[in-house]
């Protein structure tokens, strides 16, 4: 049977809060933070649906989706085009940990020229064997934004959660947070890094 | 002897001069560069011993101000003055000309170390731009054609002297000043410039009390002139009540605020006026010693202060028993600064004055209790220590018939920029700024800056406001700029000045003004986004909340202002709406170096989304 319009209208209001993740130039340690949630992530698959995730490992939106959390800063163009899909489909996007909020542990790089990147990762690195000294340019590796860009220059970003990574607890307080509506007030014990 | 020790020796003497006292630091440091060009390392440690202070101390001075150096300048250094008003009058065309006749770029030394081009902020002469500095000679109304015969004369006559042939008027002509330059006084006012009987107010002070030449400056109700308009008779009452001494009268001639000529005037036309007026203010606050804080860049006058110094002494105006009162000694030093903005910030202005960088110190203790060398010092400008005397001469009420309810008296303004009659006006507090704008012929003004960049620019809807405390408050500049002005450009100047002269101590001033420039350089290459006004508005809230002195809680206000009356300018300036990736972020530049050193094209076509076919090249690095 066709769904009337009134219906499909009804089943969106009804449906539960999406959620999409995705790790940039990261190293996946803000998603372990969130599996760290423990029994509270059957809680959460109760709260909400994931989209586009490593957690369900679809690729792809499906749709419209209500918070976006990105990990890591933008590194190389895949991240740009990643993130941009995300602002498009996310009404709300967080950057998830410190990597995302400034560039983190990858942007240590910035200080060195994208050659001399080049030259000790595929060149001169002591583990490096390349006789014909070429850099690989396959166009399914993909290149290399001249730094790496914290999330919030590249797009609109619409909260910062620091934290290398961000605690399960400090996740878990601002999605319910995001999700209730409500405003965030973290405990000071979970935003104190020292 | 050897080329160390005859430069030992030479700094010996030098520190001798000023009794090897580490708070004449500036001065011994500013002997030292004029007799060698720079403050070598030798030099430093030299002088460190001999003062007894450590080599950092002095390090930390030869690298704050802006006249001293610690690597070999030329025999005669060109100083580009690079305000606003210079740009406007031609300074970008003056300095290409000295560049291609010097065959340097600014900051640099010729080969053979005779010229180093160098460029220095507002000095003073608006008026008359585009101006330069010739080692201490002052050289206005620059044109191209001009700088080609002024470098060849120095080549040809090494003495920056000679490139004065006409004197300006009044005592700009006097033998001990000589400089081209004009005073341009286009309204004499009634309080400054009108003839009077020499004295006559110091007579009168010294016939009352102390107390009484407090009451009558307070009843004046006199307001300080520099810009912050404190009440001129409780700072006097405040110092005066403060315990221990002796105490220090210092008046504040570094007028620094881009824009601001008028205490130039003062000094080169009235200094006697201001004299008798520290005079009469030491009398009230029972100061013992005064020192004129001079700007480095009126260096051309010091000779001449110092001559009108000594005649005062000679008549009995300065020294022991002063008009014949029974202990009333009460003498005044000149200290010439070395170019720093900073240091016409009262605590700032102190430091320098003991030898020290320009830093702004801590508030409270208030320099009143706790100022020079930790005793009660009273800091007042130039004009309003003119108007002190001129208040005991004609009396408070004489004083009070001009201005408004919390502005008494007279302002001088000093003027400049898109108008026919650039110069100062003495006119009463409370004149519309209509009528300012009217008196100086400025007939298509589209923004007028008044006090200067940490003042306000205010727009033509409100050109009806007043000049006085209550509505438009200055020290004394009024920049104009006519409507076909860039006025985002000029705000994004006036803040790589106040980068400049940040003295670094606190973060939102030294990170905040440079965050504020680059944000509105961002909107200025159409690269803005809405959210950029609500970020600027915010900082500038930050950076005036939490700066230390008056740098930092002023520097923000141009951005302020203009945020609110000059919304306009900053909305044509937004880029596309952010709905993907930000006008800012430009991926074609990030990806350019790397498709260079990969040798093929991004496989995206960031325009589109659609995807192209690439390009593959092997390289080698």
């Known amino acids: ?194 | 002897m050897d080329e160390n020790g005859a430069t030992k020796a030479a700094v010996q003497a030098i520190c001798r001069e000023h009794g090897n006292d580490r708070t004449r630091m500036l001065d011994i440091l500013r002997d030292v560069q004029r007799r060698f060009g720079f403050v070598s390392d030798e030099a430093m440690d030299e002088v460190a011993e001999v003062t007894g202070c450590a080599r950092i101390d002095v390090e930390s001075v030869v690298s704050f101000y802006a006249f001293l150096s610690d690597r070999p300048q030329g025999r005669i250094v060109i100083r580009l003055c690079n305000d606003v008003v210079d740009e406007l009058k031609g300074m970008p065309e003056v300095a290409a000309a000295f560049r291609r006749e010097l065959g340097i770029a600014i900051g640099e030394t010729t080969s053979d170390g005779f010229f180093t081009l160098a460029e220095t902020p507002c000095i003073g002469m608006c008026d008359q731009a585009p101006a330069v500095l010739v080692n201490d000679v002052v050289v206005t109304d620059l044109d191209p054609d001009r700088v080609r015969r002024i470098v060849h004369r120095l080549r040809y006559n090494p003495d920056p002297s000679a490139l004065v042939t006409e004197v300006g008027d009044g005592n700009n002509g006097h033998p001990l000043v000589r400089a081209m330059v004009r005073n341009n006084v286009r309204r004499a006012g009634e309080v400054i410039f009108s003839d009077r009987m020499a004295e006559a107010g110091l007579q009168q002070a010294l016939r009352l009390t102390p107390e009484r030449v407090i009451e009558q400056v307070k009843q004046s109700k006199l307001c300080g002139r520099g810009g912050a308009g404190f009440p001129t008779g409780r700072k006097w009452e405040f110092t005066r009540a403060a315990q221990g001494g002796p105490k220090y009268i210092i008046c504040n001639a570094d007028e620094g605020e881009p824009g601001t000529f008028k205490d130039r005037v003062l000094l080169t036309e009235r200094p006697d006026l201001l004299f008798e007026g520290m005079t009469i203010a030491a009398y009230a606050i029972g100061a013992s010693e005064g020192i004129l804080y001079l700007r480095g860049e009126y260096a051309y006058l010091r000779r001449f202060l110092e001559h009108v110094l000594e005649e005062r002494r000679r008549a009995g105006l300065l020294g022991q028993s002063i008009l014949g009162v029974d202990g009333f000694d009460f003498d005044i030093r000149i200290q010439l600064g070395a170019g720093s903005y900073v240091c016409g910030e009262e605590t700032a202005l102190i430091s320098s004055c003991e030898g020290q960088r320009g830093d702004p110190k801590n508030r409270p203790p208030f320099p009143a209790e706790k100022g020079f060398l930790g005793r009660p010092t009273c800091v007042n400008n130039v004009e309003t220590l003119c108007k002190a005397a001129r208040i005991l001469e004609e009396g408070p009420d004489w004083f009070r018939q001009w201005g408004t309810e919390s502005s008494a008296g007279t302002k001088l303004l000093s003027i400049s920029g898109d108008c026919l009659r650039p110069g100062i006006y003495e006119v009463p507090f409370g004149v519309k700024l209509s009528d300012v704008l009217k008196l100086c012929g400025a007939r298509d003004a589209g923004a007028v800056l008044v006090g200067g960049p940490s003042g306000r620019l205010v727009a033509p809807a409100d050109f009806d406001e007043r000049i006085c405390f209550e509505e438009l408050p200055t020290g004394g500049a009024i920049v104009v700029f006519d409507s076909s002005r860039d006025l985002l450009r000029i705000v994004s100047r006036y803040l790589a000045f106040f980068i400049d002269e940040s003295c670094g101590h606190c973060t939102p001033c030294r990170v905040g003004n440079v965050l504020l420039k680059e944000r509105i350089d961002r909107l200025r290459r159409g690269q803005g986004e809405r959210s950029d006004l609500e970020y600027l508005e915010r900082l500038a809230r930050t950076i005036q909340a939490t700066s230390r002195c008056g740098l930092g809680q002023t520097s923000p206000r141009l951005v302020e202002c203009t945020l609110r009356d000059f919304r306009s300018l900053y909305e044509a300036c937004l880029g596309r709406p952010d709905l993907e990736l930000r006008p800012s972020f430009d991926i074609r530049a990030a990806l350019r170096e790397s498709e260079a050193l990969v040798g093929r094209d991004s496989v995206y076509n960031w325009n589109e989304q659609s995807e192209l076919p690439c390009r593959t090249t092997p390289s080698r690095l």
């Open chain 1, 1 to 194: 049977m066709m769904e009337t319009v009134q219906e499909r209208e009804q089943r969106q209001l009804n449906r539960k809060p999406r959620i999409a993740t995705a790790s940039l130039a990261g190293c996946f340690g803000c998603h372990m933070s969130v599996l760290d949630l423990d029994e509270r992530i059957l809680e959460l698959a109760e709260l909400v649906e994931f989209d586009r995730s490593p957690i369900d490992d679809l690729k792809d939106f499906t749709g419209p989706v209500d918070i976006g959390l990105i990990e890591g800063g933008c590194c190389n163009e895949e991240n740009v085009r990643v993130l941009r899909e995300f602002r498009k489909h996310c009404r709300i996007l967080v950057s998830l940990g410190d990597c995302a909020t400034m560039g983190g542990v990858p942007a240590l790089r910035n200080t060195l020229s994208l050659q001399e990147c080049f030259r000790e990762a595929y060149c001169d690195g002591p583990t490096v064997y390349n006789p014909t000294g070429l850099i690989p340019n396959d166009p399914e590796i993909p290149l290399l934004l001249d730094r790496v860009y914290p999330c919030h220059e590249v797009v609109r970003v619409d909260y910062h959660l620091p934290g290398c990574p961000p605690s399960a607890e400090s996740i878990w307080q601002t999605l319910t947070a995001l999700l209730n509506n409500r405003p965030l007030d973290l405990p000071y014990e979970l935003i104190k890094y020292d």
